[in-house]
């Protein structure tokens, strides 16, 4: 069963989320075995008469090379890797997490080294403008482990979650986007958070299987400077092995003034990163009908049906407020009854509580709609 759903992924990847062409080049860039998924991506793109260049790597040969890495082998790398990279017309990122804590004895400046100068560098200036790019991570038993699931159950739910008519989805989402491109005033409220910001004249776009599988998110940004008030989170998020959680945030005039976490030491050094660090790049509405709790995966816990995130560092390609940072943090807030609540509100209207809209417009993208 789930190689005929593995198979239903990678055509909807290859035919729907990157409508690749013929001769069109795409780079199926993964960090695990090559097995029958990436064979399956291989044939659906040989389908449609385009090029697979396959690219491998391993996460415990990375940490390896960050920790002896210098500023001058980075540099070879990011200029070997963009080299190839501007001749891409797409690209497939395919993660198998084994470990997620992999580098969590990496040295902090070690990262930031490896991630300034080659990884998310490539990603930020390359990848992400000027390819279209779907990123998605094949489940594993370390994911059903921190999911806390059977991994057959795990199987279950990634595929259901993955395989959703995402064509509904988007035109469920016109509404919403419709409704965020008129509003002004954003307010959140919710168990120990009361957060105001603008997002009047910013772009908003629709996540429907076009960029991150799985997924299922609205999104904009705030006016930079806007935001002003109280956030805090309550979903762990792993960065750089680490997994913070109970994180709370104080904006004035759009910037992170005061921020606490289990390691509030830690947090503090990531958003002194730069100056774009402490201010929000993102601001997005989650609607998946099948992620309902967090599993400590970004692209799996940012789309949970009932969140939002809010995201401290660089704006997003396509709705940009002008924030730059070498980081972009996607946190989760839920606000589902189990999870404390809440309400967003937009200028004078309730938009959504409790995780479920009410607004008369917006009724399908509640989950019974969207199953």
Request: proline fraction near 5%; aromatic fraction near 8%.
């Amino acid at each position: 069963m789930n190689d005929i759903k593995s198979k239903e992924l990678a055509q909807t990847i290859v035919k729907y989320s990157l409508a690749l062409q013929k001769n069109e080049k795409v780079l199926i860039e993964t960090n695990g075995p090559v097995n029958s998924f990436i064979n399956e991506l291989i044939k659906s793109v040989f389908d449609v008469g385009a090029l697979p260049i396959l690219n491998l790597k391993q996460p415990v040969v990375e940490r390896t090379i960050m920790m002896g890495a210098t500023k001058a082998l980075l540099s070879e790398m990011y200029e070997l890797e963009a080299f190839r990279m501007e001749r891409m017309d797409a690209y497939i990122g395919v993660r198998y997490p084994e470990n997620a804590s992999e580098l969590a004895d990496v040295p902090f400046d070690k990262q930031e080294l490896y991630n300034n100068i080659y990884s998310s560098k490539l990603h930020m200036e390359i990848r992400c403008p000027k390819t279209r790019w779907v990123v998605l991570k094949y489940p594993t038993p370390a994911m059903a482990q921190a999911a806390s699931m059977s991994t057959e159950g795990f199987s279950d739910f990634y595929f259901n979650a993955c395989n959703v008519d995402y064509q509904k989805m988007s035109s469920a989402m016109d509404p919403l986007k419709e409704l965020m491109e008129k509003t002004d005033k954003v307010r959140i409220i919710g168990p120990e958070t009361n957060l105001e910001f603008s997002i009047k004249g910013m772009t908003v776009v629709k996540c429907c299987g076009n960029m991150n599988i799985p997924d299922g998110e609205v999104f904009t940004a705030p006016l930079r400077e806007s935001a002003n008030g109280y956030l805090t989170y309550n979903t762990p998020s792993i960065r750089g092995g680490f997994t913070y959680e109970n994180i709370q945030f104080k904006f004035k005039d759009g910037k992170i003034i005061h921020a606490t976490a289990n390691d509030s030491e830690r947090i503090n050094q990531v958003l002194d990163l730069d100056e774009g660090a402490r201010y929000i790049g993102e601001f997005a509405i989650g609607v998946n009908p099948h992620i309902t709790k967090p599993m400590k995966d970004t692209l799996f816990d940012e789309k949970i049906m009932g969140s939002i995130h809010i995201t401290p560092g660089n704006s997003v390609v396509g709705c940009d407020n002008g924030n730059k940072s070498d980081i972009h943090w996607d946190l989760v807030l839920i606000q589902t009854p189990e999870w404390g609540g809440g309400e967003i509100w937009f200028d004078d209207a309730l938009i959504r509580k409790d995780g479920m809209f009410v607004h008369k417009d917006l009724l399908g993208l509640n989950p019974e709609n969207l199953k």
